[in-house]
């Protein structure tokens, strides 16, 4: 999983995934994310290879400290 965020001040991120009928979970704990340019950017995992499997409905967001907004995703 990648993410990069602009105009971010806090370079620290997590990601939190929520199973169909489930609540919200962390998937990772908060990692430092580095700065390139005005962005700030982090990965879990390699080329999307490694990682848990999860079913279809699945929602996984990433957020980044200091941020109320997440950026979301649903599984198909």
């Given at each position: 999983?990648?993410?990069?965020?602009e105009g971010v001040?806090?370079?620290?991120?997590?990601?939190?995934?929520?199973?169909?009928?489930?609540?919200?979970?962390?998937?990772?704990?908060?990692?430092?994310?580095?700065?390139?340019?005005?962005?700030?950017?982090?990965?879990?995992?390699?080329?999307?290879?490694?990682?848990?499997?999860?079913?279809?409905?699945?929602?996984?967001?990433?957020?980044?400290?200091?941020?109320?907004?997440k950026a979301?995703?649903?599984?198909?």
């Amino acid at each position: 999983m990648y993410a990069s965020r602009e105009g971010v001040r806090s370079g620290t991120a997590r990601w939190v995934v929520k199973k169909p009928g489930g609540a919200w979970k962390a998937g990772s704990g908060w990692k430092r994310a580095g700065r390139v340019g005005t962005f700030v950017e982090t990965s879990w995992g390699r080329d999307g290879h490694t990682g848990p499997v999860y079913p279809r409905g699945t929602r996984i967001c990433v957020e980044f400290k200091g941020l109320s907004t997440k950026a979301c995703v649903t599984l198909r």
